[in-house]
């Protein structure tokens, strides 16, 4: 995937940036890239929610702060978002989600619509996503990029 256009957050990096005990590393790979254009999803956004307080003494004023600091970055889930998804399959298949968008399938699509790459500290939920993937905890970051094949 080439002309990439800047980098899209998941949910696990966003919450190592949460409260007072940021993860320094993911904060340097960031810092690293500030001439880059940093987006999250509006997707996970909600995901949010369910990821429980962490260490932030007030989880709704992290949670402002952050709509805040991406206000212009927060990318939806729009219909060619949706549509990529589906063309591809990406569908949860677990007991009970049935219907059910899987959240790195709807990243992966999402980083593909805008020409974006991935980071994440587990590469392998974007597997056979076909999506350029940066794990901004790997030894070394040219290392742990990698575009996640379709399969």
């Given amino acids: 995937m080439s002309g990439c256009s800047g980098l899209?957050?998941?949910?696990?990096?966003?919450?190592?940036?949460r409260g007072t005990r940021q993860d320094p590393e993911v904060a340097r790979f960031l810092q690293s890239r500030r001439h880059q254009r940093i987006f999250i999803?509006?997707?996970?956004?909600?995901?949010?929610?369910?990821?429980?307080?962490?260490?932030?003494?007030?989880?709704?004023?992290?949670?402002?702060?952050?709509?805040?600091?991406?206000?212009?970055?927060?990318?939806?889930?729009d219909h060619g978002t949706a549509l990529a998804c589906r063309s591809r399959?990406?569908?949860?298949?677990?007991?009970?989600?049935?219907?059910?968008?899987?959240?790195?399938?709807?990243?992966?699509?999402?980083?593909?619509q805008h020409r974006l790459t991935v980071v994440s500290a587990v590469p392998l939920h974007y597997a056979g996503l076909d999506v350029r993937v940066l794990d901004p905890l790997a030894a070394s970051h040219t290392a742990a990029s990698h575009t996640a094949g379709a399969t």
Avoid at 8 to 17: A, E, H, Y
Avoid at 93 to 111: E, F, I, M, N, W
């Fill in 8 to 17: 899209l957050l998941d949910l696990g990096i966003l919450t190592r940036l």
């Fill in 41 to 77: 999803s509006a997707l996970t956004l909600c995901e949010l929610a369910d990821a429980g307080p962490g260490d932030a003494a007030n989880p709704e004023a992290w949670l402002r702060e952050l709509t805040e600091r991406f206000a212009a970055n927060i990318l939806p889930v």
């Fill in 89 to 112: 399959g990406q569908w949860e298949s677990g007991p009970g989600d049935a219907g059910r968008l899987h959240s790195p399938a709807v990243l992966a699509a999402t980083a593909r």
